[in-house]
């Protein structure tokens, strides 16, 4: 939770929205872009690195590796994300 508080990573909690931006898949591992609309209105995009398990309960399971937010571009545009 202390993460989630973090500046970096507060905009996702009591988001407005989320949208997937851009997505890249490569056998079992996977990075998706997800764009989230703070409770501010600030726009923020996290790249969310995913593997998918191969045994166990949670076999073909996608499960979350990473997550990072994206530095903004300075123009402010969002014409799209290269993950």
């Known amino acids: 939770m202390q993460i989630l508080k973090s500046p ?7 988001n407005l929205s989320a949208s997937v931006v851009g997505s890249e898949i490569k056998d079992e591992q996977a ?3 997800v ?9 923020v995009t996290y ?3 995913l593997s998918r398990e191969k045994e166990g ?3 073909h399971c996608w499960m979350t590796d990473a ?5 903004n571009r300075e123009d ?8």
């Open 67 to 71: 997550v990072a937010p994206l530095e």
């Open 31 to 33: 990075k998706i872009a």
């Open 57 to 59: 309960e949670f076999n």
């Open 35 to 43: 764009q989230v609309v703070a409770a501010d209105g600030r726009q």
């Open 47 to 49: 790249v969310f690195v």
């Open 76 to 83: 402010g545009s969002d014409q799209g994300v290269t993950i």
């Open 8 to 14: 970096a990573y507060s905009p996702m909690l009591n």
